[in-house]
């Protein structure tokens, strides 16, 4: 079997333009061991796209289909509902919040 040896090495700052996140981020990241990154030199960092890649499509989160989206919505409107320490005023905010409505005016 033969190996693909192209690596496609990248900086910091360059993987995290490419991954839509800031560099303090990535680093941070890198440093809790969530991105393989390797080290060049003492001071040099680099990071292979192909990994880097692997990492965020391992990570990246699906979309909950929409029956799942609308029984929590249901469900977050009973609790709001069941809720004693909310004013009415404070329900009708989050019932037009969570139906995407108009927010009520309410006195301060």
Known sequence: MERNNTRRLVTVAQA????????STLR???A?????????GP???RLDLDELDAV???RKPTAA?????AASREDILHMVDAAPDLTSAQKDIVRA???G????ATES
């Open 101 to 104: 409505g108009p927010v009520a």
């Open 32 to 40: 809790e061991g969530r991105v393989p990154a390797h080290r060049i």
């Open 97 to 99: 919040v969570l139906g």
């Open 16 to 23: 995290a333009e490419y991954c839509e996140m800031g560099v």
């Open 56 to 58: 965020l499509t391992a």
């Open 65 to 69: 289909p929409t029956s799942d989206l």
């Open 43 to 45: 001071k040099m960092v």
């Open 28 to 30: 941070r990241y890198i």
